[in-house]
């Protein structure tokens, strides 16, 4: 079942001399369940389509499905909402709130959704992200791999359509990124989570199922 659609999708910056070509006509699609790496130097643009894939940012041109639905149909509100529901971004600086501790920071999507927070999935994600002893610190007490854990928390904790994952494992050391792909990986197996990750580290990409490859803002190989 596909899940996510992504259609001659575009994004230029400026104009005239200073126009800047970020993406460039790219389409592909990814199956429901399916863990999918984006490799590509600084600059190739994989950050960018990453963006926009999220809803963070707009195209020039083109269109994203997820879950079938076309995002760049619905105005900012509606894309907010979907977002926040079906979208779970993890990023490479964590961006926890420091004065909420790690279960209030895995919580705060479904909080400010007004949503009940399912404490079963709670306790059982704690104890997936190796946690449950942490759970009432606050980041500024936590490992840079625990702070990654719990914002890895944040995006499951909606079981959303997909994960984005923006360089995950870019400010850690070997072991906290082995500890952190093995992560996601479970949680693709155990949850059959869709996940995209962003990476510029081919050995952390060949972990995923399929690595699509861009340069210049273009595919230029799928494996």
Known sequence: MEILKVQNLSKVYGKGENKVIALNDVSFSVEKGEFVAIVGASG???????????????PTRGK????????????????????????????QF??????L??????????????????QKDLKELLELLGLE??????????????????SIGRALITHPAIILADEPT????SKSSDEIVSLLKKSNKDYKQTI???????????????????????IVQED
């Open 170 to 173: 870019g400010n850690l050391d």
């Open 64 to 91: 994203v499905f997820i879950d079938g639905k076309n995002i760049y149909e619905m105005n900012d509100d509606q894309l907010a909402i979907f977002r926040r529901r079906q979208v779970g971004i993890i990023y």
């Open 196 to 218: 995209i990750m962003i990476t510029h580290n081919m050995e952390i990409a060949k972990q995923a199922d399929r690595i699509i490859k861009i340069e210049d803002g273009k």
């Open 101 to 118: 501790n790690v279960e209030e920071n895995i919580t705060l999507p479904l909080e400010l959704d007004n949503r009940n927070v399912n």
């Open 44 to 58: 190739s643009g994989k950050s960018t389509l990453l963006h926009l894939i999220g809803g963070v940012d707009r």
């Open 94 to 99: 964590y961006n926890l709130i420091p004065i």
């Open 133 to 150: 002893r942490r759970k009432n610190h606050l980041p500024n007490e936590l490992s840079g791999g625990q702070q990654q854990r719990v």
